[in-house]
């Protein structure tokens, strides 16, 4: 009597609903009848649902499947797939897991192709079908580019969200003036000031505007890499950009692929309406071309600018700037340097023109603010508070937990390209919708391309924003034991040490517009955490008195919660 051979059925679907119509339980019902009919014994059922055929990668069931397999336990002889697509749609993996099947015995029949690979015919027939797949899969890939490049050659939108400053109105874009104000303010300070993007940025958020919140973010602050979006992005002077992003290959894998921004791109006149000017496009381009690189030093390589942007103007109360001399030899060779801080808006920054032109030697601020800081902490009232309640790292734990919904959102969102993918691949050409579900899918992959890229933008933002944040804070240890010996320990620093530590340390620090008669010129240091002085609590310590005593009269009270 003929012993009954043992198999193993596979089914697996793409998504939920099925453009071919089989759903697990169909593809199952008709293995289960094919087993029967040929005298099979089913030993196990495999099932991947909502996972992609284009790699085995991420279908646990296959790969548990094949583990089996290779361990021999079950004895079987064939695999039951309903079509080879089912099996795989990757032709190096489907010839290669049917190269490992068969190295243990075990054969793969695909019941309605109809194709068995136990015998020379059936195996052929799986490497011809499997390649045609596999071709058929990047044909569509092809035709979608094209149908995306054939839109922006027309001037309309290729779908996805719309860019910040315009609405979309029955697929087009429409400008949004409530957004497009912010779109011009960026290009006008960028252009006609000495605004970098950070500057921009700066100047947005301490001015009270909001970035409006969009489907696709959660943050209504401006951060730089924001501000670079929209310098950068044609789309705002009319003009319909293709090619700015390509979905490129891993180097080193198989079917791995990631979003590369692009150097190079196609431009083609839009057909929606324009927020600012070609030729302020193309002097923000100009200016971004040339500040866009960081320069790099060529003298004074370990000095840095300890009060930049701490030390505040005595008439307009803006940032000082950081400047230099640099003095040369007669034959021209370079001599020394020479630091200075100056108000920057003596350069009509932002609009506005100050009349203080006074440059402060850096040594001597740097000095006077020293002395202060080393007489405050050498209080030991502030020694007893500070190793108490000094602290702890600054919280970033909502932006933490927001970068991780975005990178939720992302896998899930590339997660559901990929389904859509294997929707397309499997469209059955015959079918008299076909044109029609090719179009609806191509509208659906172009808008989850465009998602993918404004959540990756996203992510980059808070990214940046953490980064920022963690780089100015010092631990609970380091910033106990410099004060503890400031004295000792700060002379050792470098530059950029002093620079990050008076950074945790001190907010702003207010001067004179003249050396005063004693030679005093510091007005005000305010600090990032409280002190208390002549018995009320303050951040802000008045130096303006000349006969204020240090050791007497400040005694000082460190805060957890506001050291940041």
């Known amino acids: 009597m003929k012993k009954q051979q043992k198999c193993y059925i596979y089914t697996r679907v793409s998504t939920a609903i099925q453009v071919d119509g089989y759903s697990l339980d169909a593809q199952r019902d008709k293995l289960i009848k094919y087993a029967e009919y040929q005298d099979m014994e089913v030993?196990?059922?495999?099932?991947?649902?909502?996972?992609?055929?284009?790699?085995?990668?991420?279908?646990?069931?296959?790969?548990?499947?094949?583990?089996?397999?290779?361990?021999?336990?079950?004895?079987?002889?064939?695999?039951?797939?309903?079509?080879l697509s089912r099996f795989g749609r990757n032709a190096a993996d489907v010839l290669s897991s049917l190269q490992l099947m068969q190295d243990y015995g075990v054969n793969l029949i695909c019941v309605e192709d109809g194709i068995d690979s136990s015998k020379e015919a059936g195996k052929l027939m799986i490497s011809v079908l499997s390649a045609v797949a596999e071709i058929e899969?990047?044909?569509?890939?092809?035709?979608?580019?094209?149908?995306?490049?054939?839109?922006?050659?027309?001037?309309?939108?290729?779908?996805?969200?719309?860019?910040?400053?315009?609405?979309?109105?029955?697929?087009?874009?429409i400008i949004a003036e409530d957004e497009a104000e912010i779109i011009r303010i960026i290009f006008d300070k960028y252009i006609h000031t000495n605004m970098g993007v950070n500057g921009v940025a700066d100047y947005l958020n301490t001015h009270g505007y909001k970035k409006k919140?969009?489907?696709n973010n959660t943050l209504d602050a401006f951060a730089s890499s924001f501000i670079k979006g929209v310098l950068d992005n044609p789309i705002y002077m009319g003009k319909m950009p293709y090619g700015r992003r390509s979905?490129?290959?891993?180097?080193?894998?198989?079917?791995?692929?990631?979003?590369?921004?692009q150097d190079e791109y196609d431009l083609y006149d839009g057909i929606h309406e324009a927020i600012i000017s070609e030729d302020d496009f193309r002097l923000a381009a100009q200016k971004r071309k040339e500040t866009g690189v960081k320069r790099e030093k060529t003298h004074s390589l370990e000095h840095e600018h300890i009060l930049s942007g701490i030390l505040r103007c005595p008439v307009c109360h803006g940032a000082m700037y950081s400047n230099v001399n640099r003095k040369k030899k007669v034959d021209g060779t370079y001599y020394k340097d020479f630091f200075y801080y100056a108000c920057k808006h003596r350069l009509k920054v932002d609009g506005h023109n100050c009349s203080y032109h006074h440059q402060w030697g850096q040594d001597k601020v740097n000095a006077a603010v020293e002395e202060v800081i080393y007489k405050l902490v050498n209080n030991p009232k502030f020694q007893d508070a500070l190793k108490t309640k000094v602290g702890a790292k600054t919280d970033t734990e909502e932006l933490e937990k927001e970068r991780e919904i975005c990178r939720t959102r992302l896998r899930q969102t590339i997660g559901a390209k990929n389904k859509l993918a294997e929707q397309m691949d499997a469209l059955d050409?015959?079918?008299?919708?076909?044109?029609?579900?090719?179009?609806?899918?191509?509208?659906?992959?172009?808008?989850?391309?465009?998602?993918?890229?404004?959540?990756?933008?996203?992510?980059?933002?808070?990214?940046?924003?953490?980064?920022?944040?963690?780089?100015?804070?010092?631990?609970?240890?380091?910033?106990y034991r410099i004060l503890k010996s400031f004295d000792k320990i700060y002379g050792e620093f470098t530059d950029a040490e002093k620079k990050r530590f008076i950074n945790s340390f001190v907010e702003r620090v207010e001067i004179f517009e003249e050396e005063q008669e004693d030679g005093r010129f510091l007005k005000s240091i305010k600090f990032r955490f409280p002190v208390y002085y002549n018995g009320a609590e303050t951040q802000e310590v008045d130096l303006s008195d000349s006969g204020w005593d240090y050791q007497r009269s400040l005694e000082t009270v460190c805060l957890l919660s506001k050291l940041h």
């Open 137 to 173: 899969r990047e044909n569509i890939l092809v035709q979608t580019m094209e149908g995306r490049r054939q839109k922006a050659r027309e001037g309309r939108w290729n779908g996805g969200f719309a860019p910040y400053g315009y609405k979309l109105v029955n697929g087009e874009l």
């Open 247 to 261: 979905n490129e290959k891993i180097q080193g894998t198989r079917n791995e692929y990631h979003v590369v921004k």
């Open 43 to 83: 030993v196990k059922e495999f099932s991947d649902a909502g996972h992609s055929g284009k790699n085995i990668n991420g279908r646990p069931e296959f790969s548990r499947m094949l583990e089996e397999i290779e361990n021999g336990d079950d004895g079987v002889s064939y695999v039951l797939v309903f079509k």
């Open 429 to 479: 050409v015959s079918d008299r919708f076909y044109d029609r579900k090719y179009d609806d899918m191509q509208e659906r992959m172009n808008k989850l391309y465009e998602e993918i890229g404004a959540i990756e933008d996203e992510i980059d933002t808070i990214s940046l924003r953490i980064e920022n944040i963690n780089k100015k804070q010092l631990s609970k240890d380091s910033i």
């Open 213 to 215: 919140k969009r489907q």
